[in-house]
């Protein structure tokens, strides 16, 4: 199948990441699925793309049932799978690790690990029978580095990581290829989950002083997902304006 009939799920399609991911794509000629906890927004997302070339579909990355209904649904409507977004993500408690309570510390592994866990799982068969498959996973430099009172945040991002290059390792004999993105700050409502100390502290240790944006997110996701992307398997690719190191 040509690249240009190809069909991609963003997860977090309604954010800031995931909204210019699913533009990016569908101007490179994807038809794409954007799955959404907040269903209104994903389909107003889907809404404001070329007509026939987007849906929104509610999606809670986090249940399993509700990923197979969305999968369902998406396959349905394009027929066929090849690329795999997971930017569904929340930062979770701001606290240090003694003022964490549970629940909160879990369902912010759970937004950030346990989806990309089944929604990873669910998109293999389709990719294999595709014959094509690319999964981009969003992590963080937070995952690497650990950013102090985001213990949570952290290590769900570390996990990720060590997801991707697991799978990426489980599947490169595959024509499925795993790799994961490691942003720093980028400018999105995300940032509006962090206090302004813990903002100004990760925009501090950027050299190139700004954040990044979204469409540079998507520029890069592009090229994830795409053909050129084909000596690369379990990677961590950073976007960081020169803040990590390593
Ligand atoms: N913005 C940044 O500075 C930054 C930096 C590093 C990594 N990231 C990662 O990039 C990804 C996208 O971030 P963003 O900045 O676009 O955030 P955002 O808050 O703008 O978007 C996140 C989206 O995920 C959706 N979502 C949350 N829980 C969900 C669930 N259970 N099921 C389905 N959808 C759910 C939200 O509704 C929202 O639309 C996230 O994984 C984030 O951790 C962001």
């Given at each position: 199948m040509?690249?240009?009939?190809?069909?991609?799920?963003?997860?977090?399609?309604?954010?800031?990441?995931?909204?210019?991911?699913?533009?990016?794509?569908?101007?490179?000629?994807?038809?794409?699925?954007?799955?959404?906890?907040?269903?209104?927004?994903?389909?107003?997302?889907?809404?404001?793309?070329?007509?026939?070339?987007?849906?929104?579909?509610?999606?809670?990355?986090?249940?399993e049932?509700?990923?197979?209904?969305?999968?369902?649904?998406?396959?349905?409507?394009?027929?066929?799978?090849?690329?795999?977004?997971n930017?569904?993500?929340?930062?979770?408690?701001?606290?240090?690790?003694?003022?964490?309570?549970?629940?909160?510390?879990?369902?912010?592994?759970?937004?950030?690990?346990?989806?990309?866990?089944?929604?990873?799982?669910?998109?293999?068969?389709?990719?294999?029978?595709?014959?094509?498959?690319?999964?981009?996973?969003?992590?963080?430099?937070?995952?690497?580095?650990?950013?102090?009172?985001?213990?949570?945040?952290?290590?769900?991002?570390?996990?990720?990581?060590?997801?991707?290059?697991?799978?990426?390792?489980?599947?490169?004999?595959?024509?499925?290829?795993v790799?994961?993105?490691?942003?720093?700050?980028?400018?999105?409502?995300?940032?509006?989950?962090?206090?302004?100390?813990?903002?100004?502290?990760?925009?501090?240790?950027?050299?190139?002083?700004?954040?990044?944006?979204?469409?540079?997110?998507?520029?890069l996701?592009?090229?994830?997902?795409?053909?050129?992307?084909?000596?690369?398997?379990?990677?961590?690719?950073?976007?960081?304006?020169?803040?990590?190191?390593?």
């Amino acid at each position: 199948m040509s690249a240009t009939r190809r069909v991609a799920i963003v997860t977090g399609g309604a954010g800031g990441i995931g909204r210019a991911i699913a533009a990016r794509l569908q101007r490179d000629g994807l038809r794409v699925a954007l799955w959404d906890l907040d269903a209104r927004a994903a389909r107003e997302a889907a809404a404001a793309l070329p007509d026939g070339t987007a849906i929104g579909v509610h999606a809670d990355v986090t249940d399993e049932a509700s990923v197979a209904a969305a999968l369902r649904t998406t396959l349905d409507r394009f027929g066929a799978l090849h690329v795999l977004i997971n930017g569904a993500g929340t930062t979770g408690p701001i606290a240090p690790v003694a003022e964490c309570a549970l629940d909160v510390w879990q369902r912010c592994i759970d937004v950030n690990l346990r989806s990309v866990f089944l929604c990873s799982r669910a998109a293999v068969a389709p990719m294999l029978a595709a014959g094509f498959g690319r999964i981009v996973n969003l992590a963080s430099i937070a995952g690497k580095e650990g950013n102090p009172s985001m213990s949570a945040y952290s290590a769900a991002k570390a996990g990720v990581i060590a997801f991707t290059k697991s799978m990426g390792k489980e599947l490169a004999l595959t024509p499925v290829r795993v790799n994961c993105i490691a942003p720093a700050v980028i400018e999105t409502p995300l940032l509006q989950q962090m206090t302004p100390d813990a903002l100004a502290a990760s925009l501090a240790k950027i050299p190139m002083q700004r954040p990044g944006t979204a469409d540079e997110v998507a520029n890069l996701a592009a090229w994830l997902a795409s053909d050129e992307c084909s000596f690369s398997c379990g990677a961590t690719f950073d976007l960081s304006g020169g803040r990590a190191t390593y």
